[in-house]
């Protein structure tokens, strides 16, 4: 592990609770959340937009993996949202800078490139895969939020000596999700969510895109462990989708145009390959997911497979 001392905002929530348990035994790791953590870390509790808090948490941190915040569309007004996750990636990286910390992995979002959850306001992929220099249209709060917040960090690298690395995951299909993309499965047309006792409903957008929880905490500590330039954001995503139709076919049918392939061979191999370029993860990151979830909706597909 590149750095010693860690500290891991959100761990008293999901994807913040799976990444501190990535990291333990291979580095010094501390808890912040609003919440108590989850697991047996140390841990502070306390509010991302408290400067206080935030500077008294990084003091004698090399690193800080920023995963707090409202996590999507379903956990606050469109103002809260904004305010939480903005001033959450403000706060912490002036706190981060401060303390002489190093480097700060911020989570954002497949999100920002605005083709993800809000009907009515998608923006169609310019070309397929979509890579970190395809233009981002986010419409949603939380969208708008992730976006905010990578350029704040994008900002501090341009000022100072911070390094930040922003991973974008698509939506984490934890446990506790599954009944609801079960449930969307079985009815796309008649699914309005939440019919299945899941916190919140299936996501993943038009493509139903996915990521493994543990997956997506691999790449945070990935995200640790590589030599890199200062600033870099890549896509983090399981190696398929959920959807029922190959990629290709199932955009066409919905945007009603094809959408041009630069990297055919992607969809060749792969019918169901995300809409999202996961090559520079590969190739700089070192990630690669190794949990595949179709088979919760696709048992005999898989079988069929081997």
Same mark, same amino acid.
Request: charged share 25%; with cysteine.
């Given at each position: 592990?590149?750095?010693?001392?860690?500290?891991?905002?959100?761990?008293?929530?999901?994807?913040?609770?799976?990444?501190?348990?990535?990291? @333990?035994?291979?580095?010094?790791?501390?808890?912040?959340?609003?919440?108590?953590?989850?697991?047996?870390?140390?841990?502070?509790?306390?509010?991302?937009?408290?400067?206080?808090?935030?500077?008294?948490?990084?003091?004698?941190?090399?690193?800080?993996?920023?995963?707090?915040?409202?996590?999507?569309?379903?956990?606050?007004?469109?103002?809260?949202?904004?305010?939480?996750?903005?001033?959450?990636?403000?706060?912490?990286?002036?706190?981060?800078?401060?303390?002489?910390?190093?480097?700060?992995?911020?989570?954002?979002?497949?999100?920002?490139?605005?083709?993800?959850?809000?009907?009515?306001?998608?923006?169609?992929?310019?070309?397929?895969?979509?890579?970190?220099?395809?233009?981002?249209?986010?419409?949603?709060?939380?969208?708008?939020?992730?976006?905010?917040?990578?350029?704040?960090?994008?900002?501090?690298?341009?000022?100072? @000596?911070?390094?930040?690395?922003?991973?974008?995951?698509?939506?984490?299909?934890?446990?506790?999700?599954?009944?609801?993309?079960?449930?969307?499965?079985?009815?796309?047309?008649?699914?309005?969510?939440?019919?299945?006792?899941?916190?919140?409903?299936?996501?993943?957008?038009?493509?139903?895109?996915?990521?493994?929880?543990?997956?997506?905490?691999?790449?945070?500590?990935?995200?640790?462990?590589?030599?890199?330039?200062?600033?870099?954001?890549?896509?983090?995503?399981?190696?398929?989708?959920?959807?029922?139709?190959?990629?290709?076919?199932?955009?066409?049918?919905?945007?009603?145009?094809?959408?041009?392939?630069?990297?055919?061979?992607?969809?060749?191999?792969?019918?169901?390959?995300?809409?999202?370029?996961?090559?520079?993860?590969?190739?700089?990151?070192?990630?690669?997911?190794?949990?595949?979830?179709?088979?919760?909706?696709?048992?005999?597909?898989?079988?069929?497979?081997?």
């Amino acid at each position: 592990m590149k750095f010693e001392k860690v500290l891991v905002t959100g761990t008293g929530g999901k994807l913040g609770s799976y990444t501190a348990a990535e990291l @333990k035994g291979r580095c010094e790791v501390c808890g912040f959340d609003a919440r108590p953590t989850r697991g047996d870390i140390p841990h502070r509790v306390g509010d991302i937009t408290d400067p206080a808090a935030m500077a008294e948490a990084c003091k004698g941190m090399d690193a800080v993996l920023h995963i707090a915040a409202r996590p999507n569309i379903w956990s606050g007004t469109g103002d809260d949202i904004v305010r939480v996750n903005t001033m959450g990636v403000w706060t912490v990286l002036t706190a981060a800078e401060a303390a002489g910390v190093r480097r700060v992995v911020l989570c954002s979002s497949d999100s920002v490139v605005g083709f993800t959850v809000m009907s009515g306001g998608l923006k169609p992929p310019d070309y397929l895969p979509i890579d970190a220099v395809h233009p981002l249209r986010p419409t949603d709060p939380y969208a708008v939020s992730k976006l905010l917040g990578e350029e704040i960090g994008r900002s501090f690298v341009t000022r100072g @000596k911070l390094e930040v690395i922003v991973l974008r995951p698509v939506f984490v299909l934890y446990p506790e999700m599954e009944g609801e993309v079960r449930a969307r499965a079985a009815d796309p047309a008649a699914y309005r969510g939440v019919s299945a006792g899941g916190p919140n409903p299936a996501g993943g957008g038009p493509a139903w895109h996915y990521v493994d929880p543990r997956d997506a905490a691999c790449a945070f500590r990935l995200a640790l462990e590589i030599e890199k330039s200062r600033f870099a954001a890549y896509f983090i995503s399981g190696r398929n989708t959920m959807a029922p139709e190959p990629t290709l076919e199932r955009l066409q049918r919905l945007l009603g145009v094809n959408v041009p392939v630069r990297e055919p061979d992607i969809y060749a191999r792969n019918p169901f390959a995300p809409l999202y370029d996961l090559q520079a993860a590969r190739d700089e990151l070192g990630y690669e997911a190794q949990f595949d979830l179709r088979p919760l909706l696709y048992p005999a597909e898989v079988a069929a497979a081997r």
